[in-house]
């Protein structure tokens, strides 16, 4: 019922081109109680939040127990999580296009995509740390922090970008998950920063003998 209640509000906003004034309006649409609603979800206002996050939920879900996945380095991960959400976002993007029509700048905090950054950072989180676990990534005290919110704000860059994207099976999409991912690896790997201090670590070391 809870995902049968985001795909029905998913439609009520396309159909009528608005969201619903209150919950009575869904749930008559539904056929449903709002006692029953209320089971679910708290407002309309996590109903919405849920559009993206379920999404999002899916595609986690889809590659959790996946060996061939789990055998992936951080950035092969990231980029199949990205690909997987993109195409699954083709579905709704009739939705998107009108529920995000005056979201210009990609960094904003628009309203739903917070809910989507929390479901992505428990996503990745692990993921980042494994990878610090087995050397893959360094894991540096002062930033180590950043790398999941930097993550975060490429997908939220990626999804900007499709929304405006008209090319052809949404090629330019393809290209621009692949080189933001690598400048945003190129950050959370192992970088000039790394290589500096990794330098004046070996300096210290060898004066002190």
Known sequence: MKNQIVSEYVKYCLKKGHAPVNVFQLCEELSVTETEFYSHFGSLEKVEEAVLVTRWQSVADKFADDEQFAGFGLTEKMLTLHFAFIENLREIRSYLLWKYQDWKNPMDQV???????????????????????????PDRKVVSK????????????????????????????????????????????????????????????????
Request: charged share 25%; hydrophobic share 45%.
């Open 111 to 137: 309203k739903g995509l917070m809910a989507l950054r929390h479901a992505f950072q428990q996503t990745v989180t692990p993921m980042l740390d494994m990878a610090s676990n087995q050397g893959e990534i």
């Open 146 to 209: 950043l790398n999941v919110e930097a993550l975060g704000m490429n997908l939220a860059f990626v999804m900007h970008f499709w929304l405006k994207d008209d090319s052809a099976d949404f090629e330019r999409t393809d290209a621009c998950i692949e080189k933001s991912l690598q400048l945003t690896m190129d950050f959370v790997g192992r970088n000039a920063v790394d290589k500096l201090f990794d330098l004046g670590k070996f300096l210290i070391q060898g004066f002190q003998k």
